[in-house]
């Protein structure tokens, strides 16, 4: 089909003209999708003409519109490969979801479900009863005492507890225990924003029993510890132990409240990982709540936990505040699909995504190095160098923030005095990938941790390195 007459000047063809020739993908992108980009295509077009470039042809015309068209018609949030060596990269989305887990959010997504409806007495139900006495049940807790909620993040969590139990009155924590965690989680915040005051006790390496129990007044609600998930004070230290501080508040009448962070519900040294405190090690040590997210260490989706006494859950759910937290029955469904995993310690590193990359032993990772450095090697010929090197990773979201992990990677190094810009340009390039791949820039090298890179990706992985040419 000839768009262009030839004996006037040259002009752009019509939207009309240009949308049949585009056909079949009006089929794909839908008309008024295409019809958008086709205008949007002809604007720059002419904009360029402005400007004085020439006028494009048919072909580079319509070129544009299919890319443009694939790009609008692209998901925003998109599969990334994370070889940036932190397994938990709250940017990248934190935990990957365990098979079951993944189908019953499908489930749960494609069909109704009981998600507050008692099939017994075909009443009102209770979306929380869903996922408690699981809880109780893999968190250790004692089921008949322990009850649990559920909300959208851990800092919900916080925040729910706190404007719960300490709205109007003081909270004591000590100094050394004030965390800020990424994307603005501060501990005195959360306080303010609940409307209770922030009894700071003790100093920021040492706090002593009676700094807790001196800061005790008639206004006082509740005593709280928060975990340090993401720094860790060393040197002249002394903090107060769960159980001890437990015993402070229940001798006057008050509830400990502890902020776990991470919170595994399993014993981590099982997997050569370094320990992390449970929650029922908290609930033990006397703890009366506690709170945790879903998606760091348990492993499944992001959700923030609170698990304990049963009077103080139930003053929880009663808070309007937890209406406006609730999570829906996706979260659920994966949350209670992660939690039965934990009944089969056995498989649960076979199942669980998180712990699987967490426990991957560095040989398993220096093996899948040495089948990428050719084709990666290949890929970018001679502009680099690609050399299989040991690395240290990390477990990420604040969990075990000075245990590193022993890893392997692809250290990709550019010739040159000053390697900055060729490393960016390296970076920008396996950003741009069909498949993003995330590594890092450290030490005048580009870094591509492989402990996340499963063998199942491997392939998907190598085929699209053409693209870095
Ligand atoms: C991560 C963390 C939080 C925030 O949890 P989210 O699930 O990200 O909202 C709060 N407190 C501690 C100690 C944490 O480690």
Redesign the pocket.
Known sequence: MNLQTTDKPPRLPSVDQLLQTLGDEIEIHGRAQLTACVRAELAAAREGVRGGLPLPGVDALLGAIRRRAREAGRARLREVFNLTGTVLHTNLGRAQLSETAIAAMVDAARAPCALEYDLDSGGRGDRDELIAPLLAEVAGGDALECSATVVN????A?LLALDTLARGKEAVVSRGEL?E?G?A?RVPDIMRRAGARLVEVGTTNRTHAHDYAEAVTGRTALLMK??T??YAVVGFTKSVGEDEVAAIAHARGLPLLV????GTLTDLSRWGLPKEPTPAESLAAGADLVTF?G??LLGGP?A?LIIGRRDLIAKIKKNPLKRALRVGKTTLAALEATLRLYRDPDRLAERLPTLRLLARPAEQIAAVAARLQPPVQAALGSRATVAVRPCTGQIG??ALPVEQLASFALCVQVPGKRPGRALAALDAGFRSLPVPVIGRIANDAYWLDLRCLEPADEARFVAQLGGLR
């Open positions: 993040n851990n800092a919900a916080v965390v965690i994307g989680f928060v975990h998930s993401n902020d776990l962070g991470s997210s998606d760091k992001q923030g979201s604040g």
